[in-house]
């Protein structure tokens, strides 16, 4: 609890270059309570915000991940290349681990590239390794595995549910009060969708 209330007063300095023009989009709950959006979506919001906003989400989850034999639960973020691009996260083939995760699974070896992993069952591999200090989208929410969403995509998820959190950086001379303008050009009440800096 206390460094839970110490890593939320005091600031840290992510490794996402020009942070401070990013920002989060939230969805409404039927309690007025501010979440996530549906991949549809993010996708209506993404076509809307192309003229003054890049766009990306990610969607967590809970996954039995093995590594080394050893089975355990850990968090999962299925990014699309978007938001892996906004966070620095390299887009390749396979997966990319956490700072952490390469240090206590992995030994933080060099040659971590290409090492096996299985996610659910599923194959795959180690594709590289998250900058230090990104320890999730959000604080207090690590994540240990971040992967492309291609992947997860492929495997049929239902696209209406609000599982997706949307992020995005603006564009040159664009404010905050601007994005909040275009998403909610065509919403109203319940159905607004809040936008604040990331």
Do not use: C, K
């Not at 690590?142 to 049929?156: F, K, Q, S, T």
Request: hydrophobic share 45%.
């Amino acid at each position: 609890a206390v460094l839970g209330f110490v890593r939320g007063t005091v600031g840290r300095d992510l490794p996402i270059r020009d942070i401070d023009n990013m920002f989060s989009l939230f969805a409404r709950d039927e309690q007025d309570a501010l979440g996530p959006v549906s991949y549809d979506g993010y996708q209506l919001l993404q076509a809307q915000l192309a003229a003054v906003a890049r766009l990306g989400a990610a969607r967590e989850s809970q996954s039995l991940v093995q590594v080394h034999e050893r089975s355990q639960v850990m968090s999962i973020a299925t990014i699309t290349p978007e938001l892996a691009e906004l966070l620095h996260i390299p887009a390749d083939e396979g997966v990319v681990i956490s700072h952490r995760l390469w240090e206590s699974e992995f030994a933080a070896a060099a040659g971590v590239r290409g090492e096996p992993l299985w996610i659910d069952g599923i194959d795959t591999h180690v594709a590289d390794v998250a900058p230090e200090g990104l320890d999730g989208l959000y604080i207090g929410r690590a994540v240990d595995i971040w992967m492309p969403a291609r992947e997860a995509l492929a495997n049929g998820f239902d696209r209406s549910s609000r599982t997706f959190w949307a992020i995005g950086r603006l564009g040159p001379n664009v404010s905050i009060d601007q994005v909040q303008a275009v998403v909610n050009s065509t919403r109203s009440g319940a159905d607004a969708i809040a936008v604040l800096s990331y």
